[in-house]
């Protein structure tokens, strides 16, 4: 089946304008999980949404949002950007999330943001 | 932040077993030990996980010692493939979260 597909791939924006990034979860899973990957700070998680609803948030600021569609598939944004904005973001999806409790995220391939 | 250590990086001839030590002193009866790994310009792939038994699946096996203070990875014929960044993570269970460490980042030689 087909696996998470996270568009755009690359995106260059420039500081102060914000960017949209999408995330298509796997077949049947409802759980999606946004997480930040820089060389300085490594993977960081920002949210998890299930059934539309955000169960848990990490500590981004509040320039950071995102929202879950009927049909699973969710969005992140990023308004008024920064350059430290700069990074890989990674998606990932579950049948049910981690409290459902296999453990097993499925990652997609992530969109590489470039603040300029 | 990360509750785990793990040795920045390690090298393993190819063909040879890799093992891969994880310190997780401060696990609490209910935290899981969780292993991905993470492949050059691709997100994180789950191999394993164990709570205090040893486990096996087709990607590695997992041995927990008996006070749970520490794992190792063992994937038993290492290929260039597995050349990596592999992550322990200790989670709560009910947690919705993982809290990945720096990792060790396995380089397999020919």
């Known amino acids: 089946k087909a696996g998470v597909t996270q568009t755009p791939r690359y995106l260059i924006k420039t500081r102060g304008q914000q960017v949209t990034l999408s995330c298509s979860p796997i077949s049947g899973h409802r759980s999606v999980s946004w997480y930040q990957q820089t060389p300085g700070q490594g993977l960081q998680f920002l949210f998890e949404?299930?059934?539309?609803?955000?169960?848990n948030k990490g500590n981004f600021p509040g320039r950071f949002s995102g929202r879950q569609f009927s049909n699973s598939r969710s969005e992140m944004n990023v308004s008024t950007l920064e350059l430290g904005d700069s990074a890989l973001y990674l998606c990932?999806?579950?049948?049910?999330?981690?409290?459902?409790?296999?453990?097993?995220?499925?990652f997609g391939e992530g969109s590489r943001l470039t603040v300029l | 932040d990360a509750k785990t250590t793990q040795p920045t990086s390690m090298d393993c001839a190819e063909g040879r077993a890799a093992n891969l030590p994880c310190n997780h002193s401060t696990i609490s009866g209910n935290e899981y030990v969780y292993w991905y790994r993470q492949i050059h310009s691709q997100g994180p792939q789950y191999i394993i996980h164990g709570l205090k038994n040893n486990e096996t699946n087709e990607m590695a096996s997992l041995i927990i010692t008996e006070d749970r203070k520490s794992s190792t990875l063992i994937l038993p014929h290492a290929t260039l493939r597995d050349t990596a960044v592999y992550y322990c993570?200790?989670?709560?269970?009910?947690?919705?979260?993982?809290?990945f460490g720096q990792g060790t980042r396995l380089t397999i030689n020919p």
């Open positions: 990932a999806s579950s049948l049910t999330g981690l409290a459902g409790y296999t453990g097993e995220l499925f």
């Open positions: 949404y299930f059934s539309e609803t955000q169960r």
């Open positions: 993570i200790d989670l709560i269970q009910g947690a919705q979260k993982l809290v």
